[in-house]
Structure formats: C-alpha cells, structure tokens
C-alpha cells in the first residue's frame, strides 16, 4: 500500500554527476524521514544520506561533500544529487523511507533500486 519509485540512475564517468529521484506513493499520513542506501556486489548495504520532515540531514563520511540530499516534501519525493562520482561509488542505490501511514502505521519501506554505474 506504499510504494517508492527510483530513477536516476545509469552509468556515468568518473568525476561526473548525477541525481537520484524517489517518490513515495500511497496513504501517506505522514514521513518522518527518508534516506538512500547503497549495496555493492559482495558488500553489505549501507546508508548513504538520509534528511527528516524538518530538514535535518546526515550522511556517510564516503559521501560528505560531494553527495547532497534534498526533498519535497508537497510532492513526497527525496532527491540525492551525487558529484565528483568514483568507481567506488557503483552500487545499487535504494531509497527508504521511515513513514506513517493511515491504516498500517509506522513502518519502514522499501524502493527496488536503482543502479549506478560510475566507469570510464
């Protein structure tokens, strides 16, 4: 009864950039926070950035400086622009929100991921 849509990725070189969408979709009564993690081959997932309701933002000490995540809250979309991309950043990139919703009640979810492919 919720569901988050990515969009964004693809491949691009090194040094490049690209932004990340995710739209949340459903009985929303309220999101608390939304946040991207990333899981590459062979490697456990891992947060990346995650921002609150009120705007509060976080991110993993790979990313500070060159990851910005923003939202839209009128539109329950979460955003992560993404520059100076490495190679080590090639993951599959997934977006969580952590929300309530008016029949099920709080709880986390879940995009199905976006791929990112930084190469040159």
């Known amino acids: 009864q919720v569901q988050l849509v990515e969009s964004g990725g693809g491949l691009v070189q090194p040094g490049g950039s690209l932004r990340l969408s995710c739209a949340a979709s459903g009985s929303i009564f309220s999101i608390h926070a939304m946040g991207w993690y990333r899981q590459a081959p062979g490697k456990q997932r891992e947060l990346v950035a995650v921002?609150?309701?009120?705007?509060?933002?976080g991110y993993a000490d790979s990313v500070k400086g060159r990851f910005t995540i923003s939202r839209d809250n009128a539109k329950n979309t979460v955003y992560l622009q993404m520059n100076s991309l490495k190679p080590e950043d090639t993951a599959v990139y997934y977006c969580n929100a952590h929300l309530t919703h008016f029949a099920l009640g709080l709880n986390n979810y879940w995009g199905p991921g976006t791929q990112v492919t930084v190469s040159s």
């Open positions: 921002i609150t309701s009120g705007g509060s933002t």
